[in-house]
């Protein structure tokens, strides 16, 4: 995730940190995140041809959960406004890490061949600046591999403790994506089959009365069955997505590719 150490309000506290870098290797919605964004670089990202390995740049790569996903496919840099977040990345072995904004990449033009971005841009101010860097970054053909939370009327404590700025209407997404230059070449719904749950979830959070202390987030240490169960599902939700674009769900998942 991108954040602004400079800025109190988005700022992340180190514990937030440490949670992340605790769960995201087995919490059921980081594994299917991780193993939906390896599955559309495989589908869509195009290498040289000279066979050369990827270059692969997660913009706002917060602990490195997504690197060490995609870390086989090539060379993986990451970037990161938090240096607390690139200590973790350190964590897990790797170096070529730069402390930069989403929206002033620190990268020369048409850099890299697969640019990802997993739930940041709903976390930068000036996300149309951020898209336009990624775009620039990535070489022409390049694709980028994001996701982002979905549907206003979601909007919860979650978001608020997470520094959330916004949640995206398919509408705004891909007008902003098109407006930055891409070419979208795949568009679904992701964390469908629990939308109801979470859906209602949600809601009933807002009947009762707020709390005058910190918003925390949704993410709980859950049973080991129900975890499995969970990262079982988004498996299938994966496997539908190899053919369909799912309709509804709690995340947007885009490739968007930058045209030759």
């Given at each position: ?61 917060g602990t490195g959960g997504t690197m060490k996903a995609v870390a086989e496919l090539g060379e993986v840099h990451g970037c990161d406004a938090a240096w607390a977040a690139l200590e973790y990345c350190r964590k897990r ?168």
């Amino acid at each position: 995730m991108d954040t602004t150490d400079a800025d109190p309000v988005r700022q992340m506290q180190l514990r937030e940190f440490d949670e992340l870098y605790r769960l995201e290797d087995t919490y059921w919605w980081f594994v299917g995140r991780r193993r939906l964004v390896r599955q559309l670089i495989d589908a869509y990202a195009v290498r040289s041809d000279n066979g050369a390995d990827l270059r692969i740049l997660d913009a706002g790569c917060g602990t490195g959960g997504t690197m060490k996903a995609v870390a086989e496919l090539g060379e993986v840099h990451g970037c990161d406004a938090a240096w607390a977040a690139l200590e973790y990345c350190r964590k897990r072995s790797f170096n070529n890490l730069v402390c930069s904004r989403v929206q002033q990449l620190s990268y020369a033009d048409n850099s890299f061949d697969v640019v990802t971005s997993c739930d940041v841009l709903e976390h930068v101010p000036d996300d149309s600046a951020a898209l336009n860097e990624t775009y620039r970054a990535l070489r022409p053909g390049g694709v980028l591999v994001m996701t982002v939370p979905a549907h206003p009327y979601l909007w919860s404590e979650h978001d608020e403790a997470l520094a959330h700025l916004r949640r995206y209407t398919r509408r705004e997404i891909i007008g902003k994506l098109q407006e930055a230059g891409y070419r979208i070449e795949k568009f679904s719904s992701a964390v469908s089959f629990v939308f109801p749950m979470i859906f209602t979830f949600r809601m009933l959070q807002r009947l009762r009365t707020k709390q005058p202390d910190e918003p925390k987030t949704d993410l709980r240490i859950l049973p080991p069955l129900l975890n499995n169960a969970l990262i079982a599902l988004l498996k299938s939700e994966m496997w539908l997505t190899r053919y369909i674009n799912l309709p509804i769900g709690t995340s947007f998942v885009v490739v968007g590719r930058k045209p030759q």
